[in-house]
C-alpha cells in the first residue's frame, strides 16, 4: 500500500526541532547547548524529541545533513548553465554573499570539526564527506578550464575559501570578500593558461 503524502512529508514537530537546532548549533556552538535548550526554543516535549532524534549526535548530524543539501543547492544553482571559469567565479560569488549576510559565523562544518576534532566520529566524518563533495565539485570545474593541474588549482580555491570563512567573521567582510574574489579570478586566470603535459615520443 502507497504511503500518503502525509506519511512521508517531515512532521513539523520534527521540522521545528531541526530549525532551531539549526539556528542555535550556528550562532552558538553545539557542544554548548544542551538538547533541554532545543526542545525548549522549539516548544515540544522531550517526548517528541527523542521520537524524532534518538540522542543528540543524531540531532547534530541531521544538521549538519541539512546544511550540506543547502550549499549543495546553492552551487547548483550558480554554476547552472554556465561555461566553467564563469561557474568558479559564481561559486565564489556565492560564498561572498554568504559572509556578507548578517550573523555569519563563519563555516558549519569548519566549526563543527574543531569540536569534534577526532577523524572517527560520525560528526568528523560528515564534514570530511561534505568537503571532499565540494573538492571534487571544484576539481571537475577546474578540468573543464584547463585538465592540467586542475586539482591543485581546485585546492588552491578550497583554502581560499576557508581562509575567507574564518576571516570574514573577525574582520570587514566587505574587505575579506574583495580579497577573496581577486584571489577566485587571479586563480583560474592562471589555470586557464596551463599548458596541456606532453609526454615524448
Known amino acids: 500500500m502507497a504511503r500518503s503524502e502525509t506519511d512521508t512529508r517531515p512532521s513539523e514537530a520534527r521540522l521545528r526541532l531541526l530549525t532551531t537546532a539549526t539556528r542555535i ?3 552558538e556552538g553545539i557542544h554548548s547547548v544542551p538538547v533541554d535548550r532545543i526542545i525548549a526554543d522549539a516548544k515540544v516535549t522531550r517526548a517528541t524529541f527523542y521520537r524524532h532524534f534518538p540522542g543528540k549526535e543524531d540531532l547534530i548530524l541531521a544538521y549538519l545533513q541539512g546544511v550540506d543539501q543547502a550549499i549543495r543547492g546553492q552551487v547548483d544553482t550558480a554554476i547552472a548553465a554556465l561555461p566553467a571559469s564563469d561557474a568558479v567565479r559564481a561559486v565564489a560569488a556565492s560564498i561572498a554573499q554568504g559572509i556578507r549576510s548578517q550573523g555569519f559565523r563563519g563555516c558549519a562544518f569548519l566549526n563543527a570539526a574543531a569540536e569534534y576534532p577526532d577523524p572517527d566520529h560520525p560528526v568528523h566524518q560528515a564534514v570530511l564527506a561534505h568537503r571532499q563533495w565540494f573538492l571534487d565539485t571544484i576539481n571537475t570545474l577546474m578540468a573543464q578550464i584547463e585538465e592540467t593541474k586542475a586539482e591543485p588549482a581546485a585546492r588552491h580555491f578550497v583554502m581560499l575559501r576557508d581562509g575567507a570563512m574564518a576571516a570574514g567573521c573577525l574582520f570587514d567582510p566587505a574587505l575579506i570578500c574583495e ?15 596551463r599548458q596541456p603535459s606532453r609526454i615524448d615520443d
Not at 580579497?179 to 593558461?193: S, Y
Open 179 to 193: 580579497t577573496f574574489l581577486r584571489g577566485v579570478d587571479g586563480l583560474v586566470e592562471i589555470h586557464a593558461t
Open 25 to 27: 548549533f550556528y550562532a
